[in-house]
């Protein structure tokens, strides 16, 4: 079958389901296509079952700990896997089976299930079906990179996808990848009961971070009992003695750690090389990503790439802020930019992190004259309260604007209090109007403007 759209939208991830109903409620003909799970990545495999894991182990994490609160548990905690996974799975296939449910209900749009390939700049492939369509979006997201690794070939290893099957406790994790992904995994595990090891390439984990922030993150880690080894410049795998074996230095040196699982975490490939994007024209980078300009649209003037398959952002907020972006241009005649787009994320150990803006290293090779307010979470009177101190709260201004150019909160509530800085940021308003507001006491966010009187030129 042959069948004419004004719009074919390729994967249902955080990009694609808004833009598509969003076309269909202005009487656009749409047709979206997705090959696996409804909701894609964040939904299935990423934010929602992660987060939901993260809610477990804290609650390991705090029955364990029930005694420094006067709460007292006479039995050894214990964690039931099984269990676990359930709670994980009903969240998680909920929020898949209602994005089904909305697409599968909007009038205007047909929902196809396979996986589509471009067959020329305005066809798309999928069962047998060539879709036709003046506008094409690109929504198809991300998968875990498997890297080259010796030995890697002869042995069973994880990625976060196939984690989400695990039900069981592994006796030894080891993560390799000391990045935002590994780092939730590997705490989450330690406090299932685990034992984890972190191997991570570079000097520090989170190494694209300030180093007060990576060495923060490492305290709290390793103060559950994480191990982690950095520098490893060259690992290589084996099996031995029914378990994995990673060398952390292959040129022959002794480093080397043993676990029963492996869980690679070492960054994310885009799903564009089985997409036919030859057979469109639409050009990517060396790595795959495919490249656009600061309004999203493709090397095609019809073809438009939106969320992690662009390279411009990899998180849910920067895939649904594209389609924004998209949206507002093509129906509303506006220049949105992705330029306009103000770096912001969480990890989401715990404590977390909040992060907004430029690190230290960003403002440096700007060469603006900075100023800087910092205060550790031991002198929040919200984080002494909920027993829960580590971690810091930072914040840097430039000197001659007073905008703020970037901040860090690393501590309990840390993923929530960085939107009063971010917001204020979007302003482009001077730092001294959050001195001027009332914050709710007592709450993390209300020591900002604290901070914020007590700046000093940054080192
Ligand atoms: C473990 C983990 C944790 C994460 N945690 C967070 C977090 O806490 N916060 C955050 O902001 N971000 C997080 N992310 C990132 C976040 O999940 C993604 O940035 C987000 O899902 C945006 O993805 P997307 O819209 O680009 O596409 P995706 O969500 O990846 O969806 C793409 C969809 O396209 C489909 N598809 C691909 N190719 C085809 C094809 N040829 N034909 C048909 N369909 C196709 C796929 O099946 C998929 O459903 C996490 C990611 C991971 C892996």
Redesign the pocket.
Known sequence: MTASFDAII???????PPLAARLAAVARRVAI???????????????IP??TLVASAYAAHLARHGADYGVMIDAPVQVDMKRVKARKDAVAGTASRAVEKWLKGIANLTVFE????FESPSTVR?NGNVLEANQIFI????R?LVPPMQGLDQIDYLT?STMMEIDFLPEHLIVVGGS??GL??GQMYRRFGAQVTIVEKGPRVIAREDEDVSQGVLDILRNEGVNAEVRAECMAVEKRDGKIAVKLDCAGGSREVMGSHLLLAVG?MP?TD??GLAQAGVQTDARGYIEVNDELCTSVPNIWA????NGR???????YNDYEIVADNLLNGEHRSVKDRITA??L?IDPPLGRAGMTEAEIRKSGRKTLVGKRPMTRVGRAVEKGETQGFMKITVDADTRQILGAAILGVGGDEAIHCILDVMYTKAPYTVLQRSVNIHPTVAELIPTILGELKPMA
Not at 139 to 142: H, I, L, R, Y
Not at 313 to 319: K, P, R, Y
């Open positions: 390729i994967g249902t991830g955080q990009s694609g296509i997705e090959r696996k799970r409804f909701g894609g990545t964040c939904v299935n495999t990423g934010c992660t987060k396979g996986h589509a390939r999928v929504n198809v997201g991300a875990a976060n935002y992904i939730e995994f994310r799903n089985d997409l939106i969320g992690d398959c952002g990899a998180f849910t907020h920067t895939s994320y969480g989401f």
